[in-house]
């Protein structure tokens, strides 16, 4: 028994070692960073190291005869290889960081490589850090770029990126479109780079067949993969081929096959850089040891992940590493578990602040941005308003003293009325931008699912088609239910909708709203209950409340939980008869209800399912409800228990 742990030992040491020097790496790449951040004579040094000794191990092209003449030239690519560096070793948070000054500047100066390559690597740091909402337009922006410079190799990697959000994401069958055409399209590549890019796609395609549960045509991927790598002598891919084949064994129980690949690719990681891949093999070596029953070598080999990987600060891959050590220690060491599920929660939380760090330092930088673009415009208006002055003057010598009042007064105004009119714009550009933008979304949205169907089509089964057909009519109600929420919201503001009370019953229209709902409600599993009286006569505008009642009903089925319940209630209460929609889906911050109604900070939330929303239907609700004297309350314990929405109707209005 003795000797079966000498191995280990061995290893264990040799990993030790290998994370000192990496320890040491680490500090040397922080010192960088620092520097970077610096005064320009320590920024100018540090981007001279960075490309001296990073630039070519991580493929980034430089101008030689630029970087020379032009110091932010120089700056910026240094920024975009210490970026890339930083993402390799796991530090999402300060590579965005890096990214967020220079795709801008690689954009606008139309050098496409190097804007492809930013935008790809700031998409690849969203999707680590959780933020794929704002991954997705990066990917299609770098998509537009390669189209544009008509480069393969490019179109291969944005699509390669489009299969590893979709992976992400755990939508395999969506990753598997993108990653199969990105190999397509790789296999007809006659440049240097394809063997390594090909390798990589088919790992990826493997992984995709691990999550749809074909670990079999998995394998047959992985093969070509294992080769080519093999070939090449690319110990990176090596070791993450060898891992990705103990992982297709072990999802079919063959358990020796599957030991003796993460042995392999063990191995292989002690001869690479990175060793978040090592990391990885380790922890899949534990879960081996766990299902044949080798609790304390399982013991052993997560001992190993968890302080590489916390020496590596992979605080994502360090949470599943601990989630796995509870499950190891919670039955023979309680104390140490519970130890190590509260640091699996602490972590949990600290993800979730870095991904809102994150997000803020990319709005800011986007803010400062815009500002200065507003500064500079002011600064030239004010310019040409001087000079305009100074002509005036200068013709009008003779009636200086008479007209400088005049003059005066009129200056103070036309300040005055510029800061005005620029507010106006600020105000109308924001909401025509955010318009725009979920116009542009829905758009997209069902050519993107046109194009699938389109290319696809010879290949589809009937039921593949129907799946797409149902997809792009989901995509279609969301752009009706958008349109008609903007277009009675832009008539409630010029007064186009006229007011027309009459007395009715609520019941009828919570019935006909019950049955229109009925097929929403029937494909999420959705209950819906309806706490009401037989009869409920109301004084107001009929129309009005039922699109209000629409509108509540609507949110309250995109935002539940399959197989929960949804409940409208109608009473009378103190002179108010009180709509109430109630969910179980959800729910909502303190932050976000009180951002309810103001339409320069709409809420642009998905559903459970996907479901993408305008923002525009509760602010239609709140003025339909203001119209007919009505107010609107929105109640919720927190996210994720549920949202209860009540309209307070008047029962003591005079009827006109």
């Not at 305009?388 to 010598?397: D, E, R, V, W």
């Not at 200086?400 to 009325?417: E, V």
């Not at 609507?554 to 399959?562: G, I, L, R, T, Y």
């Not at 109608?570 to 179980?584: G, I, K, N």
Request: charged share 20%; proline share 2%.
């Amino acid at each position: 028994m003795r000797c079966s742990y000498l191995p280990t030992i061995i290893i264990l040491l040799l990993s030790c070692s290998t994370s000192i020097c990496r320890a040491q790496g680490n500090e040397e790449l922080q010192t960088l960073l620092h520097e970077l951040r610096a005064n320009n004579l320590g920024r100018t040094e540090a981007s001279r190291a960075i490309l001296r000794d990073f630039a070519n191990a991580y493929n980034i092209a430089i101008d030689t005869l630029r970087r020379d003449a032009d110091s932010t030239y120089t700056y910026s690519v240094a920024r975009l290889v210490l970026a890339q560096v930083l993402h390799e070793q796991g530090d999402y948070t300060n590579s965005t960081q890096l990214c967020n000054g220079i795709i801008n500047y690689f954009y606008d100066g139309q050098d496409t490589v190097h804007a492809f390559t930013s935008l790809i690597l700031q998409s690849a740091n969203f999707i680590q850090l959780g933020l794929l909402a704002d991954a997705v337009p990066l990917i299609v922006k770098s998509q537009a770029l390669a189209l544009s410079a008509a480069d393969s190799v490019l179109q291969v990697r944005a699509l390669s990126m489009m299969g590893t959000l979709y992976l992400s994401v755990d939508k395999p069958d969506a990753s598997m479109v993108y990653t199969s055409e990105a190999i397509e399209q790789c296999r007809q590549i006659h440049r240097g780079v394809k063997e390594k890019l090909l390798t990589d796609l088919l790992c990826k395609q493997s992984e995709a067949y691990l999550k749809l549960g074909n670990a079999e045509q998995g394998l047959i991927a992985l093969a070509e993969a294992i080769s080519m790598s093999d070939a090449n002598l690319d110990w990176q891919l090596r070791s993450k081929t060898h891992r990705l084949l103990g992982d297709l064994y072990l999802a079919l129980g063959r358990m020796p096959k599957a030991e003796q690949a993460y042995l392999e690719a063990l191995y292989l990681s002690q001869q690479e850089v990175n060793l978040t891949q090592r990391v990885f093999i380790l922890r899949q070596l534990s879960e081996l040891r766990l299902q044949q029953k080798r609790h304390n070598d399982a013991l052993v080999y997560n001992t190993r992940a968890l302080h590489l990987s916390d020496s590596l600060r992979l605080a994502g891959l360090l949470r599943s590493i601990l989630w796995q050590r509870y499950q190891l220690t919670r039955e023979q060491n309680p104390a140490e578990a519970l130890r190590n599920l509260e640091r699996h929660i602490y972590l949990g939380d600290s993800l979730v602040n870095s991904a809102v760090q994150t997000k803020l330092s990319v709005l800011h930088e986007r803010y400062e941005r815009q500002l200065r673009e507003q500064q500079i415009q002011v600064q030239q208006l004010q310019i040409s308003q001087d000079r305009y002055a100074k002509l005036i003057l200068g013709a009008s010598i003779f009636l200086l003293f008479i007209l400088s009042g005049l003059l005066y007064w009129l200056t103070r105004q036309r300040k005055k009325r510029l800061q005005y009119m620029e507010e106006i714009n600020i105000s109308k550009n924001r909401f025509f931008s955010i318009i725009s933008h979920d116009a542009k979304n829905h758009a997209i949205a069902i050519q993107m699912v046109l194009g699938q169907l389109l290319t696809y089509y010879s290949s589809l089964t009937s039921e593949q088609i129907k799946e797409f057909l149902v997809q792009l009519k989901s995509a279609a109600d969301m752009q009706i239910e958008f349109l008609l929420n903007l277009l009675n919201w832009a008539r409630l503001q010029l007064d186009a909708i006229p007011y027309r009370p009459v007395q009715f019953d609520v019941m009828e229209l919570v019935h006909k709203n019950a049955a229109f709902f009925a097929l929403p409600l029937s494909n999420k599993s959705l209950q819906l209950i309806l706490d009401c009286p037989d009869s409920v006569v109301l004084y107001a505008d009929r129309d009005m409340v039922d699109v209000i009642l629409r509108n509540l009903l609507s949110n309250a089925v995109k935002f539940s939980h399959p197989n929960s319940a949804i409940t409208i209630s109608v009473y009378e209460q103190a002179h108010e008869v009180v709509l109430q929609v109630t969910d179980r889906g959800l729910g909502m911050t303190g932050e976000q209800i009180a951002k309810i109604g103001r339409i320069e900070q709409r809420m642009l939330h998905t559903g459970t399912r996907g479901e993408k929303g305008s923002g525009l239907g509760l602010i239609l609700c709140m003025s339909l409800a203001r119209t007919n004297g009505a107010r609107i309350e929105v109640e919720s314990e927190g996210q994720g228990r549920g949202t209860r929405v009540r309209v307070r109707f008047e029962t003591n209005r005079k009827k006109i």
